[in-house]
């Protein structure tokens, strides 16, 4: 019989659990975004990956890096 390796698994409560990097979010000058508190948006102006400027009708907000409430559309 042949010793067939298996993928580790790790439990959800294991203090060695793996820290997977979250993924980097790269947004374009006139993408469009929806933020969960300020709501639909295009983006303006990108400050080379630290913040980019969106706006948002009657608000330009400055969103800063890592953008955790904001997704591309």
Known sequence: MTNMRMPKRHL???PFKTVAAP????FAVGSRVTHDV????R???VEDGVA?????GALLKRVASPYAKMTGL
Do not use: E, H
């Open 23 to 26: 993924p980097d979010r790269f």
């Open 38 to 41: 300020y709501g639909l948006g």
């Open 12 to 14: 959800p409560s294991s």
């Open 52 to 56: 980019v400027v969106v706006d948002f």
């Open 43 to 45: 983006v303006t102006a």
